[in-house]
């Protein structure tokens, strides 16, 4: 069975033959059909998320379930699932209050790139190897917890379903839950990659009524308009901070997402935020950045500032919704994709990634 392969934090993925386990209890075995390319897995390249290497990466994924371990009751052989990177554990603190993203057995999980008995089911030659947390969606085949395998019964593609699990339901999540963009306010959204495009997304979605795209590329600008942004703004070409004062008749928007990660950006999006409105990060940065903003202005000016991550999303009930959203046309999912790829064009893709060239890139598995 082929995966892509990283061994080295800064190197470029392997295509490899990988030997995968059998489900054991509690686990599914998915023949993946499509993956998207996403800037989480880039982080794990450049070790901005260090997890253990060598790892097979990937976590925004779709396919079909191919066998199932003992006690599996929620999908069986044949259904078409999306792939759920953060899964609940349903008995922690932040389960318990509603906030499954903040899960502290998943992020426990997580950072140990294993599944949920901290083992692996991906070898090589007899030596373990790691999976992007809980998916490790670059294989043909991968196993994965029952609970990240969300079954859907639609007949979407492939393709697009599988960006229902991270760029899509982060970006309009970000908007819609996180921000909870109120009908007739102002946003501005800084980065137009595949999650950023999802925010201006889920801001039409909530009824505002001027979403600011904020890019360096005009190509990507110029697309930004076709998901809901009413104005652009090239920050090669103009301080994007007065620009968004201009265009706001000098107050500054209710809201403002960075959605790059990093932290020069991020102070932007926070200075280009009216008094008493919000700044919302969902761009990842390096776990040393650190933020710089006037503590004065907090208080003084009442605003707020906080993450979101996947969108405050529950992936079992999200990502139906999503889907019917895409049905009824209220969502863009198609349009997202820019370039498919087959699994040995994968560090093509993560090039195109780098370099902006994509909204979202997508790995097609052969039949």
């Known amino acids: 069975m082929k995966a892509a392969v990283l061994h080295q934090y800064g190197g470029e993925l392997k295509i490899e033959n990988v030997d995968l386990e059998e489900p054991r209890k509690g686990e599914v075995r998915v023949k993946m059909k499509a993956a998207g390319v996403c800037h989480s897995d880039q982080h794990v390249i450049d070790a901005h998320l260090p997890l253990p290497v060598p790892i097979v990466l990937g976590h925004e994924g779709a396919g079909i379930v191919d066998a199932v371990g003992e006690g599996v009751t929620s999908v069986k052989v044949g259904d078409r699932v999306v792939l759920n990177w953060v899964p609940s554990c ?74 229902i699990g991270c760029c899509v339901i982060t970006g309009v999540g970000a908007a819609t839950k996180t921000a909870k963009v109120e009908p007739g306010s102002t946003v501005a959204v800084i980065g137009s990659g595949g999650v950023g495009f999802n925010v201006i997304q889920g801001a039409k979605l909530a009824g505002a009524k001027q979403i600011i795209a904020i890019d360096i590329l005009d190509d ?61 990060v969902v761009g990842v940065s390096a776990p040393n950045a650190k933020l710089s903003v006037n503590a004065f202005s907090l208080p003084y000016q009442s605003k707020i500032i906080t993450g979101s991550w996947l969108g405050q999303g529950n992936p079992p009930v999200d990502y139906p919704k999503l889907l019917d959203l895409n049905d009824a046309g209220k969502l863009k999912i198609k349009p997202l994709i820019s370039k498919i790829y087959s699994l040995e064009q994968i560090n093509e893709a993560f090039e195109d990634l780098r370099s902006g060239k994509n909204i979202r890139g997508v790995i097609r598995f052969d039949e």
Request: hydrophobic share 35%; net charge neutral.
């Open 90 to 163: 349903k008995n922690c603190y932040y389960c318990r209050v509603g906030r499954p993203d903040m899960c502290e057995e998943a992020a426990k999980i997580s950072a140990m790139g294993t599944m949920l008995d901290g083992t692996t089911r991906f070898s090589i030659n007899g030596k373990k190897v790691h999976q992007f947390p809980l998916t490790g969606t670059f294989s043909e085949y991968t196993v994965v917890p029952e609970s990240s395998a969300i079954p859907f019964d639609n007949d979407i593609p492939f393709e697009e379903a599988a960006l």
């Open 220 to 280: 990507k600008l110029e697309k930004t308009k076709t998901f809901g942004a009413t104005h652009t703004v090239n920050a090669k070409e103009t301080d994007p901070v007065r620009e968004v004062q201009k265009l706001t008749g000098g107050l500054g928007v209710d809201y403002a997402f960075e959605v790059i990660g990093r932290p020069e950006t991020m102070e932007q999006a926070y200075m280009m935020t009216r008094k008493t409105g919000k700044t919302i």
